[in-house]
Each structure stands twice: as structure tokens, then as C-alpha cells.
């Protein structure tokens, strides 16, 4: 028996708030930041922001193509050096970003940006190699505190742009990294080895679940795609498409800020209750909470605009976490980082894609273009149907065991 390193003594909820900490901080300085700097960038750089918002989808599409790649460093060598790393690339980003002057530098400053998020993207698989299969309830956690990224970020982003302008905001979000989420992350326990050899007598079992393996990593990988280009298209058309279904400005901006609520009530709902279950029955309902809710708003209009918003929320919130917990419970620690990156890679596509064509959609056919979310959900949780809990190849070993 292997010996846990004397690091990795620190309790769970030390290591949850040190990760969660730092991913809200990447979230916030990367990916919500478009939200609130779009239009001044834009505006001082004599662009349109939709030049902003391309280069964000570039950023995404990049971070897509870096995961396998990720994964597989994580694997070998933990995940503690390269989200230290993350931080040092998105300093440089964010400086670059605060002196572009033209689009050119633009983009190169989101292409880096890009591969910051490809690497704070090791999280979920570093906490699957410090903790094995019991990784699930931590990685709960991170997702519960990195929930409040945009509750935070946009807020202090906003105040920073208005008081001092947007080169200064992305500074001191540069700052921001250096002080604070690169020793968080550099606090992080060294990963213990896992075993990549499966125990004896599970070699057989390997080689004859091998395209069943196959099958399964397909089956996520579509359902997780299709759940980033609901997410991404809808958070990008909420409140029009709620006006278009006779809701009131004022009505669609109340049932839009009650998605981050039920993100969070659904994922405190996944640690408490649904930790019981596997994670498949989790991700199972969260793809069926769009589709009752596009029927409830058809059904009741207006009045039922928060149900389905509420609804939609619950369901992003349980997702995030299925992302990690789910490929856990079904393949085991063992290359865990790797399985995620090419998981994840369709749906970084999807997501990059759904805002233009959902957009697209809602110009053409309106308000139908929700009957089609719900389709792709559907489609989503008949996949999941195919996915059974015994469908990992090998039995995976728990942190510090190691064969003899």
C-alpha cells in the first residue's frame, strides 16, 4: 500500500475553497468577460463587438482542441503545475488585451486567453487524481463556488470599466491572478499515482469492454455537445425569446436572474440527495428539466416564463457537475484527464456555434426555435438511456492504492 503524501493531509474543504477560488477567478477574468467589455473594447478599438464575441468562440474552439492534450499531461503528471501555468497565460492575455489597439492584437490576446482556458479546465481530472473515485463530492464543490463567477466578476468588471476603463479592468484582473489564484493553485497537493494497470483478472475484462468503452465515451460525448449548444444558445437568447412569448421586459429580466440561483439550489440538491445515486440518473433528469420547461412555457405563457428558467438552471447546474462525476463513475481515475479532453471537445464546437444559430433560428421560425432545444435534449437524455452503470471496462483503484 502506497503512502499518501504528508500534502495531501489537508482536509477536502481547504482544497474545494483553494480550486473553487481560483476557477472563479478564471471564469470571471475569461469567459464572462465579453459580457461587460464587449461594447468599450469595440467602441475604442473602431470595431464591431461582434469582433469581440468572434474571438471569444475562437478562444473556446482553441481551449476545445487543447484538451485531450491536457488530459493526458494530467494523467501523467497532475494537475498542480498546469493550472499554475493557466495563471501565468492568462496574465499574459489579459495584459496584451489591455494594450491592444487594433484587431489583430485582439486576437492574439483571446487565442492566449484560449489556452488559459484549456488548462483551468484541468480541474475537474486534478481533483479525480488526488482523490480517486471519491472525487465526486469535491468536484460538487468546485462547481458550487465557480457557480458565482459571473455574480462576482461581472459586478467588479463593470465597476472597474466605469471607473478607471476596460485596459485597466483587464490589468487588474492580470493582477488578480498573480496575487492570488496562482498561490491557491500552487497550494493544491501533489497528485498521488495512480496505478494505470488495471488489477488482476480485470485485464480480459479491459480488452472485451474495449468497444463497449468506445461506445460509451460516444454516447457522452454527444450528450454533453448537445447540452453545450442548449446552454450556450439559450443563455445568449433568454430574454428575447421570453419577450416573444409575451412576457414583459421587465418579466424576462426577473425569470432570467433566477438561472443562477437554481444552478446553484440544483447542485447543492446533486451533493445532498442526488449524491446518493449514480450519476447517471442526475444527468439523466438535468436533460429532461429544457424540455418540460419549453412545454410549460408553451403551455402557460408568461406566467410560467420562471418555471422554465428555473427549470433550465437546475438542469445547466447538474450538468456542470456530470462533466466530471459522470466519466469518473463510468471509467475510472485511471486517464480520467484524458477521456474528459476528447469528451469535451464536441461540445466546445457546439458551444461555440449555438449562439449564431439559435440566433439564426429565432429569425427564421421565432419562438419554435425552443421546440428545437427541447429536441436536442431529448436526444440527449435517449442517449443517456443507452449508457448503463456497469459499462466501465476496469475497476478503478481508489487514491493511494497501489498493486504490490
Known amino acids: 500500500m502506497k503512502q499518501v503524501p504528508a500534502d495531501q493531509a489537508r482536509g477536502p474543504l481547504a482544497i474545494v475553497l483553494a480550486l473553487g477560488t481560483a476557477q472563479t477567478i478564471a471564469w470571471a477574468s475569461s469567459y464572462y468577460l465579453p459580457a461587460i467589455l464587449a461594447a468599450p473594447i469595440a467602441r475604442d478599438l473602431g470595431l464591431a463587438p461582434t469582433y469581440v464575441f468572434g474571438a471569444l468562440s475562437g478562444a473556446l474552439v482553441i481551449s476545445g482542441l487543447l484538451g485531450p492534450r491536457v488530459g493526458h499531461a494530467i494523467d501523467t503528471f497532475g494537475g498542480r503545475g498546469l493550472l499554475a501555468i493557466s495563471n501565468l497565460v492568462f496574465v499574459a492575455g489579459l495584459l496584451l488585451l489591455s494594450v491592444a489597439h487594433g484587431a489583430a492584437v485582439l486576437i492574439a490576446a483571446w487565442a492566449l486567453l484560449g489556452i488559459g482556458m484549456g488548462l483551468y479546465e484541468a480541474a475537474f481530472a486534478t481533483l479525480a487524481r488526488i482523490y480517486g473515485t471519491n472525487a465526486r463530492r469535491t468536484i460538487t464543490g468546485i462547481t458550487l ?49 495512480l496505478d494505470q494497470q488495471p488489477r488482476p483478472g480485470a485485464a480480459a475484462s479491459r480488452r472485451s469492454g474495449r468497444q463497449s468503452e468506445t461506445f460509451a465515451m460516444v ?121 474528459v479532453g476528447m469528451i469535451s471537445l464536441p461540445s466546445r464546437v457546439t458551444g461555440a456555434a449555438a449562439p449564431l444559430a439559435l440566433g439564426l433560428m429565432v429569425e427564421h421560425i421565432g419562438s419554435s426555435a425552443l421546440w428545437i432545444s427541447a429536441l436536442v435534449s431529448l436526444s440527449a437524455f435517449f442517449a443517456l438511456l443507452l449508457l448503463r452503470s456497469e459499462q466501465a471496462t476496469s475497476t478503478p483503484l481508489k487514491v493511494g492504492e497501489q498493486n504490490s
Do not use: K
Not at 466605469?162 to 496575487?179: L, M, N, T
Not at 412576457?247 to 451533493?271: C, D, H, K, N, T
Open 145 to 193: 463556488i465557480a457557480g458565482f463567477a459571473s455574480t462576482l466578476g461581472w459586478p467588479l468588471t463593470t465597476w472597474l470599466a466605469s471607473e478607471y476603463g476596460w485596459r485597466v479592468a483587464c490589468q487588474v484582473w492580470a493582477a488578480i491572478h498573480i496575487a492570488l489564484a496562482l498561490p491557491l493553485n500552487l497550494s493544491l497537493p501533489r497528485a498521488v499515482p
Open 219 to 339: 454516447l457522452l460525448a454527444y450528450m454533453f455537445a448537445a447540452a453545450s449548444f442548449v446552454s450556450s444558445g439559450i443563455s445568449a437568447i433568454l430574454p428575447t425569446m421570453l419577450v416573444a412569448f409575451g412576457a414583459s421586459p421587465a418579466q424576462a429580466l426577473l425569470a432570467g436572474a433566477l438561472v443562477g440561483p437554481a444552478q446553484v439550489g440544483a447542485r447543492l440538491l446533486e451533493a445532498g440527495w442526488l449524491a446518493r445515486f449514480h450519476p447517471l440518473l442526475s444527468a439523466r433528469l438535468a436533460m429532461l428539466m429544457n424540455p418540460i420547461g419549453v412545454v410549460a412555457l408553451v403551455a402557460g405563457g408568461p406566467l410560467l416564463a420562471t418555471t422554465f428558467t428555473v427549470l433550465y438552471g437546475a438542469g445547466n447546474g447538474i450538468i456542470t457537475i456530470a462533466r466530471g462525476t459522470l466519466p469518473l463513475a463510468l471509467f475510472g481515475p485511471a486517464g480520467f484527464g484524458r477521456r
